[in-house]
């Protein structure tokens, strides 16, 4: 079977640990670019357009988040951290930030590979879905963008604007565990922790519209601490 030549881009300062991973990679059939620090890894996406970003945080000219968040300006595919900083804060920072996954050092290469593989994936999968999509569907949850209109298993749904553009975020996400702060970032359009509380509350009132009609389906799944995900169900 022909397999897409997904391009991976490996940003580490550590030559060996770069070439423990560009080896696996190769084996696997998966073609890859790297960097060794900051500068040159933000350099490469904007002139390489990875698919899938592996990114260990000691990087010798920037911090890994500020990398994070340069190369998010550039690109949503996916990155995944791949750090000896085991720290929860670390973790959550990075995904706070707009990292996809985490690795931690030392890592098993098999499964390295394997979240590299399931990453491209997602990208492939999303790849044909542009903005101009005016349908999302899932489960019996159906969202009609032209129309901002959402229904659950046929009956219309009536959603508060925020509660629309929360429950849009989701969906375009779908499968992804999306911070706090990076809901709040995208619906309100600043980081204030403050807003945290509020969110809840339409998490709250968002769940409950939903599920109403949904016959037990449960759409938004909550990762207590870190954010919540829109569940990927089977279209009905």
Same mark, same amino acid.
């Given at each position: 079977?022909?397999?897409?030549?997904?391009?991976?881009?490996?940003?580490?300062?550590?030559?060996?640990?770069?070439?423990?991973?560009?080896? /696996?990679?190769?084996? %696997?059939?998966?073609?890859?670019?790297?960097? #060794?620090? =900051?500068?040159?890894?933000? &350099?490469? +996406?904007?002139?390489?357009?990875?698919?899938?970003?592996?990114?260990?945080?000691?990087?010798?000219?920037?911090?890994?988040?500020?990398?994070?968040?340069?190369?998010?300006?550039?690109?949503?595919?996916?990155?995944?951290?791949?750090?000896?900083?085991?720290?929860?804060?670390?973790?959550?920072?990075?995904?706070?930030?707009?990292?996809?996954?985490?690795?931690?050092?030392?890592?098993?290469?098999?499964?390295?590979? /394997?979240?590299?593989? %399931?990453?491209?994936?997602?990208?492939?999968? #999303?790849? =044909?879905?542009?903005?101009? &999509?005016? +349908?999302?569907?899932?489960?019996?949850?159906?969202?009609?963008?032209?129309?901002?209109?959402?229904?659950?298993?046929?009956?219309?749904?009536?959603?508060?604007?925020?509660?629309?553009?929360?429950?849009?975020?989701?969906?375009?996400?779908?499968?992804?565990?999306?911070?706090?702060?990076?809901?709040?970032?995208?619906?309100?359009?600043?980081?204030?922790?403050?807003?945290?509380?509020?969110?809840?509350?339409?998490?709250?009132?968002?769940?409950?519209?939903?599920?109403?009609?949904?016959?037990?389906?449960?759409?938004?799944?909550?990762?207590?601490?870190?954010?919540?995900?829109?569940?990927?169900?089977?279209?009905?």
């Amino acid at each position: 079977m022909t397999q897409k030549p997904y391009k991976i881009l490996v940003i580490e300062d550590d030559k060996a640990i770069r070439t423990l991973i560009e080896t /696996a990679l190769e084996e %696997a059939q998966l073609a890859s670019i790297s960097a #060794y620090n =900051g500068a040159s890894a933000v &350099s490469q +996406v904007r002139t390489q357009n990875p698919d899938v970003i592996l990114l260990d945080l000691g990087l010798p000219d920037m911090d890994g988040i500020q990398v994070v968040d340069e190369i998010r300006r550039v690109t949503i595919n996916p990155i995944i951290i791949v750090s000896a900083r085991s720290d929860d804060a670390d973790k959550i920072a990075a995904l706070d930030h707009g990292a996809d996954d985490h690795v931690t050092k030392p890592f098993n290469v098999d499964e390295l590979m /394997a979240r590299v593989r %399931a990453a491209a994936r997602r990208v492939e999968f #999303y790849s =044909g879905k542009t903005d101009t &999509s005016t +349908v999302f569907e899932n489960g019996g949850l159906c969202i009609h963008y032209d129309s901002m209109e959402v229904t659950v298993k046929g009956e219309v749904i009536h959603l508060t604007p925020i509660e629309y553009r929360i429950l849009k975020l989701l969906a375009q996400n779908t499968g992804r565990v999306l911070t706090h702060s990076m809901i709040i970032r995208d619906v309100w359009g600043s980081l204030d922790q403050k807003s945290v509380p509020s969110l809840r509350v339409f998490m709250t009132t968002l769940r409950k519209k939903l599920e109403q009609s949904s016959d037990g389906e449960q759409y938004i799944q909550t990762r207590i601490g870190v954010g919540y995900r829109m569940a990927p169900l089977e279209n009905r």
